[in-house]
């Protein structure tokens, strides 16, 4: 089907005959107007007749003044907010409408079905292009959406399209929808699906949907049917040995009529959020997890095993959300006989925010208090919605825990299943209801030697992994810095085996680390520390906020930690709106906390405000409470200054990952040390795939200055360094010259645009780190540059509007001790460390310092990064001192030589990279020449000895091969290949090199070497 693209036809005509194959009737939007008797007026979007004919059809009790009546209630909703409007319509939808009529001398109430939910293909389904419906509050003006779908003449989706050769993306289809959907409110009020596309790039979502909420359709029959092949232009799927675009996909898979209707009567809910309402919709991964969970429960409820599975959807994809779905649709299935659905999570915090989300979808839904409560609910309850601890099935001093119910139709909906399902307690609950099924949901699963999570639930319904969620951007990516402080406090609790710190720690199980977090606490609260710490932490937040608004959480080991943590913190100038967030009571606890413990009401009211993103808190400093179940999408940095271990660490930092406008990722702080554990933490989980978690932020700065590098390429002879000093006639002058320099060929265009969005993108990510400071004003320039190009552009270039990113799954974790807060390699002022910059006075430094394990870390690691970077660059100059770094390391592993001698020989290290460093410079030769330098000096019986003329010849090499190396693709060109090996054969044979053997293998490693240069 894809090649209909190529075709002179548009988007929207091969949209039509996709339907049409579908079953679907059509008719073009002329046909469909007042004129030819379809609607009342060109403001009424309802097709009456063929409303009222479905109706009757599927009532047939209705007469013509019945079905009249109904058209007017279904067509004349009275509610001056369109979301309440369109809420109204949802329920008439799938409860039908009430009608009260007389039939004789009787009256009765009956209900009126819209559409047919168990038999889709009873209803009428039509598709219009071009349908015509005037303004709202305007007369004689109009709006013609590109298509829209109708079910028994109720306009139930609707289309923008942008055409797949023109200048516009999807995201400008989703615009065209903002713009309608003002202007023509009466329209989307009824519609359940809003759809934009441009042929490549489809994305689905709710008339309520920001963009960032439009969601990728990626399955026909099943969530893992189509494979997704992602390439550098587009991304291609296949289904059954045939590529279709993302077009086809979301309408062969979500538009199939059984899919369609029985995604509006289960996949829709309006959720309330303070007075409002927002509609939200299922995800492509949300609706076939829950028509699979709902088959397996059906199996599992009929048969002898009671394990339904396991839903693992990452941290931040919907996982509460998709529980609801599975809740509205098991309560529905009646092979399950009204179920009785327990949730089961092991925190009341959790406990209450999972029962708030469903209460306003399920007003019956009901949150168990006690033990005795339960016990009874499970006893005598029929069907239903009910929400308890796991605490709930403890037993009181030593008695057995005694049996309930027998029931087979108990499901047991365990959310953040990796947790507590493995002790006593869990034991206790299918003691009391034997015959229960159970589904586990998680973000996080475990797979150690004696507890599997599939073991306890069952094998996986689906798995949703981190880089699908990316991918899609249902979240984004999350970042991670270290922020370092004088004692390496990681030492004190990296050896301890924990899962959970709480302020709750059972005394007999936890004495151990209760120790070690007394001694850390000890520590966080002396001056020195909590000054050093508030102080950093409102000098980053505020420099973080100047490129990027939103809001920060800090994790703290205490209460007592937090409180005085607020303390330092609203002491300093220009300090940040905070608010501490802590559990309490204030009878019992210190006057000091009174102020920060709070009644429910106001826990609410508090949360409401941080979620806000124009309200204050900017900040706020948790020890347990807020740490998971808890979305605030404005939430862009977590300070971490307590010790957390596996799935408490995973799930604490996916606070951050949750989409958010523009917001690139979310960034970790790291004033203790989290990540020298997260690997081996990431390490116990059962799939690799988790290890997407956390990406070190010195990554992405290093990616910053690479990609920064390149995009400076573009304008390498020109002098735009002070563009901000120049009048506006200089400027004039130097922009144009630049954009000469793009302009000049398509493909360099389109290239620099890509790369400045990438740039532009790192920049946001790696910001305020001193690097991306540094570039500000360069890419402000660029900036210039990229909206000259777009403006002046014939066509509009599409990877603007895509996501470019770069997976990265490497942790780093190194940690310097120092009399100030301070970031290396802020204070390398290098984001890929450059040995040069260490003073003798620097090594002395580290030569004496008290923590002898914390300098050579660092010096391995900042030694590490630079001589693999530089081996590669130029082996024949600092191989021998990366072989020499390698043998120190291996010596340091296996223990056979001292910390203090080790530091010695690293600095011995340190100061020959130095040398060398100084060799090139004092040469007066760049990075390339020198390289080629040192080929040539290092080569056996070159015929030329005087280094000045090999100094001559590495310069005309590097600058022959710069020109070649920026042509596309072309290491795989054997012709442009050939044309290097020669030019450079010309050269050293003008220089006096003209022995064949030398000639021919010299030409080859040089050859060869330029693919590194790129």
């Known amino acids: 089907m894809v090649e209909a693209l190529n075709e002179p036809q548009t988007v929207e005509n091969l949209a039509i005959e996709i339907f049409k194959k579908l079953g679907y009737n059509y008719k073009h939007g002329s046909k469909l107007t007042p004129e030819n008797k379809e609607r009342p007026t ?75 939910f168990s038999n889709p293909y009873n209803n009428d389904f039509l598709i219009s292009n071009q349908f015509e419906v005037e303004y709202y509050k305007e007369n004689n003006k109009y709006r013609i959406p590109d298509l829209v779908v109708f079910i028994n003449g109720i306009p139930i989706a609707i289309f923008e399209f942008k055409g797949f050769k023109s200048d516009y993306t999807a995201k400008d289809a989703f615009e065209d929808h903002k713009i309608k959907k003002e202007d023509i409110p009466q329209l989307y009020q009824y519609a359940q699906i809003l759809v934009a596309s441009d042929g490549l790039e489809t994305r689905y979502g709710s008339p309520t949907s920001d963009w960032e909420r439009f969601f990728v359709w990626e399955g026909i029959e099943s969530d893992d049917d189509v494979i997704v092949i992602e390439t550098e232009e587009k991304t291609i799927y296949e289904y059954k040995c045939k590529t279709l675009t993302s077009l086809e996909v979301l309408l062969l898979g979500l538009f199939d009529k059984r899919r369609l209707i029985e995604y509006i009567e289960d996949f829709i809910i309006y959720d309330k959020s303070g007075k409002e309402y927002i ?250 520390y909590l000054d050093k710490i508030s102080k950093d932490i409102v000098e980053h937040f505020n420099k973080r906020v100047t490129d990027l608004d939103g809001k920060a959480m800090v994790v703290t080991i205490s209460r007592k930690v937090a409180v005085e943590l607020y303390k330092r913190i609203t002491k300093h100038p220009n300090a940040p709106s905070v608010a501490v967030v802590i559990s309490g009571n204030k009878s019992k606890d210190p006057k000091e906390f009174h102020d920060h413990i709070r009644s429910k009401k106001e826990l609410e009211e508090l949360a409401r405000k941080f979620k806000d993103p124009n309200s204050d808190p900017k900040m706020v400093i948790v020890v347990d409470m807020w740490l998971t179940g808890f979305d605030v999408p404005c939430l862009h940095t977590m300070y971490f200054w307590k010790p957390m271990k596996n799935h408490s660490l995973v799930q604490a930092i996916a606070r951050v990952n949750r989409v958010f406008k523009n917001k690139p990722g979310g960034l970790i702080v790291d004033y203790i040390g989290i990540s020298d554990d997260l690997k081996k933490s990431l390490s116990k989980y059962t799939s690799e795939q988790i290890k997407e978690v956390l990406t070190n932020i010195e990554e992405i700065v290093a990616l910053l200055k690479e990609k920064y590098k390149i995009v400076s390429l573009y304008f390498k002879d020109l002098n735009y360094k002070n563009w901000k000093h120049l009048s506006s006639e200089e400027l004039a002058h130097l922009t144009a010259k630049a954009y000469e320099m793009i302009a000049k060929d398509e493909k360099i265009k389109e290239e620099f645009l890509k790369n400045f969005i990438a740039l532009k993108k790192l920049y946001l990510l790696a910001s305020p780190h001193p690097e991306a400071i540094k570039i500000r004003e360069d890419l402000a320039f660029f900036e210039m540059i990229k909206k000259m190009l777009v403006k002046y552009s014939i066509r509009k270039i599409k990877e603007l509007s895509k996501e470019i990113e770069k997976d990265m799954s490497r942790l780093i974790s190194k940690s310097v001790s120092a009399s100030d807060p301070i970031d290396v390699f802020e204070l390398l002022n290098k984001d890929k460390p450059d040995i040069s910059i260490f003073s003798d006075e620097f090594l002395d430094k580290i030569k004496n310092i008290e923590y002898k394990n914390l300098a050579v870390d660092m010096l391995i690691k900042i030694l590490n990064d630079n001589l693999k970077v530089k081996t590669r660059t130029n082996p024949w100059r600092y191989k021998s001192l990366y072989d020499r770094l390698k043998e120190l390391i291996d010596k340091h592993n296996r223990k056979i030589i001292e910390t203090s001698e080790m530091i010695l020989k690293l600095i011995e290290i340190a100061k020959d990279i130095k040398k060398a460093e100084d060799e090139g410079k004092k040469l007066n030769l760049n990075e390339e020449e020198y390289t080629f330098y040192s080929l040539l000096l290092s080569y056996p019986n070159l015929p030329i000895e005087e280094k000045e003329k090999i100094k001559d010849i590495a310069k005309e090499i590097a600058k022959t091969l710069s020109g070649y190396i920026k042509v596309s693709d072309w290491k795989r060109n054997k012709f442009i290949k050939s044309k290097i090996k020669a030019e450079v054969k010309r050269i050293l044979m003008k220089k006096g090199i003209l022995e064949y053997s030398i000639l021919n293998k010299l030409s080859n490693i040089i050859v060869e070497h330029a693919k590194v240069m790129e």
């Open 42 to 116: 060109y403001r009424d979007v309802i097709l009456k007749n063929r409303f009222i004919s479905a109706i009757k059809k599927l009532n047939p009790w209705l007469n013509d003044k019945l079905a009249e009546e109904v058209y007017k209630i279904v067509s004349n909703i009275d509610h001056p907010d369109p979301i309440i409007r369109g809420k109204i319509f949802y329920d008439m939808l799938i409860s039908g409408v009430k009608i009260t009529y007389k039939e004789s001398s009787n009256e009765k109430t009956r209900i009126v079905k819209l559409i047919d």
């Open 279 to 528: 509609k939200k919709i299922a995800t492509y991964y949300q609706f076939y997890t829950v028509k699979k969970a709902i088959e397996r429960t059906i199996k599992a409820v009929k048969g002898k095993d009671k394990r339904i599975g396991v839903v693992w959807h990452t941290q931040g994809s919907g996982k509460s959300l998709t529980m609801l779905f599975y809740a509205k649709k098991a309560l529905k299935v009646k092979e399950l006989e009204n179920p009785i659905l327990l949730f089961i999570t092991d925190r009341r915090e959790l406990d209450e925010q999972l029962y708030g989300i469903f209460k306003n979808v399920f007003p019956t839904a009901k949150h168990i208090e006690t033990i005795k409560e339960l016990q009874e609910t499970l006893k005598k309850a029929k069907s239903g919605i009910f929400f308890a601890t796991i605490q709930k099935f403890g037993r009181k001093n030593k008695e057995e825990y005694p049996f309930l119910t027998d029931k087979n139709n108990i499901i047991v909906v365990v959310d953040e299943a990796h947790r507590s399902q493995y002790r006593q307690l869990a034991q206790n609950l299918r003691k009391a209801i034997p015959n229960a099924s159970f589904i586990g949901f998680t973000a996080t699963p475990i797979d150690y030697r004696d507890r599997s999570t599939t073991l306890v639930f069952g094998d996986y319904i689906s798995i949703y992994s981190i880089d699908k969620a990316k991918r899609h951007g249902v979240v984004v990516p999350i970042y991670y810095e270290a922020r370092c402080i004088e004692l390496h406090l990681t030492n004190e609790f990296i050896d301890l085996e924990f899962e959970e710190i709480s302020e709750n720690l059972i005394p007999e199980e936890k004495e151990e680390i209760k120790r070690a977090f007394a001694k850390l606490e000890r520590i966080m609260l002396t001056d020195e």
